[in-house]
């Protein structure tokens, strides 16, 4: 395989070089093969300096692909910017691989191997095995002869804001040399999607900003708050437990509003359960998708409302396979059903987020217990959003978009509902409907009438990271 020379739009963000090199001191024949990446876990978290942490890949390798060369060569991991962790597994042959990102062919164009001599190796030389399977992303690459490979480097280059633009011939002189492996370079800049997917704690997404309510790019969890014990529902009974956005498991419910608030923090800096005006972003950024409406178009039949239909009667884990988005009895995911009731939602980047608008309800860090919308005419009963009035403590457009007040978007949009609950009571503000609200479900389903420690299992939590710049 041929590495072409087109650069993909997808990659126009890509405003780097990174050079992270991380040497592990061992050594292990060239017959060896990682027999499980457990190196390359690159984390961002806190604030302006992103931090890594490269874990050494401890041996236990096999190779077998017939050769026979017994030199001693030495291992190393090369992460690049995050999400591809490359290393020499023979004299000639390097693996690449991914455990976090979905790459495509074309997504190799960008990546630049680099031998001892910081010589860049032209990419048509190289012989790629291209692998690629649910869970991890891999490519064996044999280098030509002529390169000194006891070391490897690798970096992304700069993609180029012309889509049809031609990366530079190799051969040219090459970036900068790599850091010593004394002195670790921190990377200049990771994109914002690549910060998000590098975040621990599972796996997170990039949520747009959005001018009309949180101007800076932030990162959501992708599924609602899982407990990192595997137990999962009892998560908040039992201590050090923390937050993690995976597909397995039921969500984490029965902790309130201000313990999520706590276990989002404990994540680290940055880290905090969303906020009101970030899930307001990010659904409203579901909501201007076409996609998310079952007329795909926007305004056009309805939003999908997540699991909301009771049937099962209970909180679901999501699926790896974002195709099955439906649930119908039990918990297994189906690839099909009923449109109002698709779990996934895709964002205007692309990224897929579950569960927005259904499945649990999901804590906000918001609490208004005294100036409620609407609270002083009717409070116990839903009500549509074209009834509710906005207040200077909670304005209308921080409970549904302008788009769904000129377009008068109701639960027919599959929108959600609002629940105020008597001024003077509740205060916590969870967002999105859950498994048993039916029509009341949707991305703007918001109710004020549970306390701050109110807890059931219907409401859960999800956390943001809000990337400094
Ligand atoms: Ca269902
Ligand atoms: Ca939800």
């Known amino acids: 395989m041929r590495f072409s020379t087109k650069v993909s739009m997808r990659y126009l963000n890509f405003l780097f070089l990174i050079f992270i090199t991380a040497c592990s001191n061992q050594t292990f024949t060239s017959k060896q093969l990682p027999s499980q990446s457990e190196n390359g876990d690159f984390t961002v978290g806190n604030g302006n300096n992103a931090t890594k942490d490269v874990e050494e890949s401890n041996g236990g390798f096999t190779l077998g692909n017939g050769k026979d060369n017994e030199k001693e060569?030495?291992?190393?991991?090369?992460?690049?910017?995050?999400?591809?962790?490359?290393?020499?597994?023979?004299?000639?042959?390097?693996?690449?691989?991914?455990?976090?990102?979905?790459?495509?062919?074309?997504?190799?164009?960008?990546?630049?191997?680099?031998?001892?001599?910081?010589?860049?190796?032209?990419?048509?030389?190289?012989?790629?095995?291209?692998?690629?399977?649910?869970?991890?992303?891999?490519?064996?690459?044999?280098?030509?002869?002529?390169?000194?490979?006891?070391?490897?480097?690798?970096?992304?280059?700069?993609?180029?804001?012309?889509?049809?633009?031609?990366?530079?011939?190799?051969?040219?002189?090459?970036?900068?040399?790599?850091?010593?492996?004394?002195?670790?370079?921190?990377?200049?800049?990771?994109?914002?999607?690549?910060?998000?997917?590098?975040?621990?704690?599972?796996?997170?997404?990039?949520?747009?900003?959005?001018?009309?309510?949180?101007?800076?790019?932030?990162?959501?969890?992708?599924?609602?708050?899982?407990?990192?014990?595997?137990?999962?529902?009892?998560?908040?009974?039992?201590a050090g437990e923390s937050p993690i956005s995976i597909a397995e498991n039921t969500p984490w419910v029965e902790i309130g509003q201000d313990d999520a608030k706590v276990k989002c923090s404990e994540l680290g800096s940055g880290f905090e359960l969303i906020n009101n005006k970030q899930w307001m972003a990010v659904t409203s950024n579901a909501a201007s998708v076409e996609s998310n409406w079952s007329g795909n178009s926007v305004g056009q039949g309805e939003l999908s409302r997540g699991h909301s239909d009771n049937s099962p009667s209970f909180a679901c884990g999501a699926s790896s396979d974002e195709s099955n988005a439906y649930v119908q009895g039990d918990c297994g995911g189906l690839d099909s059903g009923s449109f109002n009731q698709k779990r996934t939602m895709t964002l205007t980047n692309g990224a897929v987020v579950w569960d927005l608008p259904g499945n649990v309800r999901e804590h906000t860090s918001y609490f208004n217990s005294s100036a409620k919308p609407s609270a002083t005419w009717i409070f116990h009963r839903w009500v549509q959003f074209r009834s509710v009035r906005g207040n200077d403590a909670l304005p209308k457009t921080d409970l549904i978009p302008q788009i769904a007040i000129d377009q008068r978007w109701d639960s027919g949009q599959s929108i959600g509902q609002y629940w105020a609950g008597a001024n003077g009571s509740g205060g916590g503000l969870p967002r999105g409907g859950s498994w048993l609200d039916h029509q009341n479900s949707g991305l703007f389903s918001a109710t004020l009438d549970r306390s701050a420690s109110y807890t059931t299992d219907y409401v859960g939590f999800r956390c943001s990271y809000v990337i400094q710049d």
Not at 114 to 127: Q, V
């Open 73 to 238: 060569i030495e291992a190393q991991t090369v992460i690049v910017g995050g999400f591809l962790s490359c290393q020499i597994i023979e004299a000639d042959t390097v693996r690449c691989w991914s455990e976090t990102t979905k790459l495509s062919v074309e997504d190799l164009d960008l990546i630049v191997l680099l031998d001892n001599d910081g010589e860049p190796i032209p990419k048509e030389s190289l012989d790629v095995e291209f692998k690629d399977s649910e869970s991890l992303f891999e490519m064996i690459i044999t280098i030509p002869e002529g390169f000194n490979l006891t070391t490897i480097d690798a970096y992304v280059e700069e993609a180029k804001l012309d889509d049809d633009e031609e990366i530079p011939p190799m051969g040219q002189p090459g970036p900068a040399a790599p850091p010593s492996e004394d002195e670790p370079e921190t990377p200049e800049e990771l994109t914002n999607e690549m910060i998000c997917a590098s975040l621990s704690g599972g796996n997170w997404v990039l949520v747009p900003g959005s001018p009309d309510y949180h101007p800076q790019d932030f990162c959501i969890m992708k599924y609602e708050a899982k407990c990192s014990n595997p137990e999962g529902k009892a998560c908040s009974e039992q």
